[in-house]
């Protein structure tokens, strides 16, 4: 896997602090800091989102991959997944987080609440790379709900 991330603010673009980038698969992502009230040359604009804020992005984005792909596989008739996560970072560099809860609503026809459950601790447990990853300096916790629809 590979990835070329790219400073756009030497080019005269709006933000002093974006960025670009381009993953392998041949994606593009933008990325852009926090405005800087003392220092605006050092900050952002606020036009993308910032880079930490797509790691728990993409962390969400594997997890729910995961439940849905574990729930599929178990003949349920699974219909919609969200999950919202929330988070706390260190006050001081290198900023990591610290704590992460991923609240999981799942909505299907006859989906049991212990196949999300056991799908959720399978992800989180085993296949989840990236909160596998965050969960070496964070404290992951998770919920969910079933929905019926």
């Known amino acids: 896997m590979e990835c070329t991330v790219s400073w756009t603010g030497a080019t005269g673009a709006r933000s002093h602090m974006g960025f670009v980038a ?15 009230a003392v220092k605006p ?18 962390t969400g984005g594997c997890t729910a991959y ?9 003949r349920h ?3 919609g997944c969200t999950v919202k996560l929330t988070s706390e970072r260190a006050d001081t560099d290198p900023k ?17 609440a212990s ?7 399978m992800s989180h ?5 990236a909160s596998v990853m965050l ?9 969910f709900e079933v929905v019926e629809g």
Not at 41 to 58: F, Q, S, T
Not at 96 to 112: D, E, N, Q, R, Y
Not at 135 to 143: D, N, S
């Open 77 to 79: 008739n699974v219909k």
């Open 96 to 112: 990591v987080f610290t704590k992460i809860h991923m609240h999981f609503t799942v909505t299907g026809s006859g989906v049991p």
């Open 22 to 36: 381009e993953t392998g698969s041949g994606h593009v992502v933008t990325m852009d800091g926090a405005p800087d």
């Open 115 to 121: 196949a999300v459950e056991r799908a959720i601790a």
């Open 41 to 58: 040359e050092n900050g952002g604009a606020n036009m993308a989102a910032r880079p930490m804020e797509l790691l728990l992005a993409g």
């Open 66 to 74: 995961d439940v849905v792909l574990i729930l599929k596989r178990g």
């Open 135 to 143: 969960g070496k300096t964070a404290e992951i916790t998770t919920g």
């Open 125 to 129: 447990d085993k296949y989840c790379s």
